[in-house]
Each structure stands twice: as C-alpha cells, then as structure tokens.
C-alpha cells in the first residue's frame, strides 16, 4: 500500500490550495481516507476523514473552511483548504487504516505566511 501526498506550497492567509494524495496497492473504493497534519512543535492532529461512502467529518477549527473529497476511479482523495491563517501551517499527512494496520505517505508541507 503506497500514499503519495501533492500540492502543498506557500500560500498567502485568506488563500486556498488543494492537497491531493495518491494511493496504489489496495481496493480503494472500500476504505476510508484521513488528512492529518503536524504543525511545529506540536502533535499531529486528524483535520478531516471520509468514509468508503463518502460521509464526511472535520475538526472544529476546520470547519466550513476545508473540504475532503474522493475519486474513487482515480484513487485519490483531495483536501481543498480555503481562507487559510497561518495556525493552519504543517505537514499534512493522508493516511487510512487496512488490514489491521495504519498506512501514511510522507506528507507535504503547507506554510501560510505574508
């Protein structure tokens, strides 16, 4: 099982961008994906999760800001951050759980900062 996360960068406050994460060597359409991120000095934390059926839910300081969403033919779930502030700076991580183990790409790195 392999997750490749993209589209982090450097991204003014109030900004958006979307992070997309790839997954190779398992049925996809029958997982749940998670974004998790770690921001300095700080532990990692679950910032959003959809189900195999696409329900969906966030943390409360995410909320009506991010949206997770899923291409099942694709493979790839997509985090779209909107109005973002500099707390929201970190490593985003894409993970989900098979087989009775947790699997995790390397992350990529979002900086909010004028």
């Known amino acids: 099982v392999r997750l490749v996360e993209s589209g982090g960068g450097l991204v003014q406050p109030g900004g958006s961008l979307r992070l997309s994460c790839t997954v190779s060597?398992?049925?996809?359409?029958?997982?749940?994906m998670n974004w998790h991120r770690q921001a300095p000095g700080k532990e990692r934390e679950l910032v959003a999760t959809?189900?195999?059926?696409?329900?969906?839910n966030y943390t409360d300081s995410v909320k009506d800001r991010f949206t997770i969403s899923r291409n099942n033919a694709r493979m790839m779930v997509f985090l779209q951050m909107n109005s973002l502030d500099p707390e929201d700076t970190a490593v985003y991580y894409c993970?989900?759980?098979?087989?009775?183990?947790?699997?995790w790409g390397k992350g990529t790195l979002v900086t909010v900062s004028s």
């Open positions: 993970n989900t759980r098979a087989y009775g183990q947790d699997y």
């Open positions: 060597g398992i049925n996809f359409s029958i997982i749940g």
């Open positions: 959809i189900t195999r059926t696409g329900s969906t």
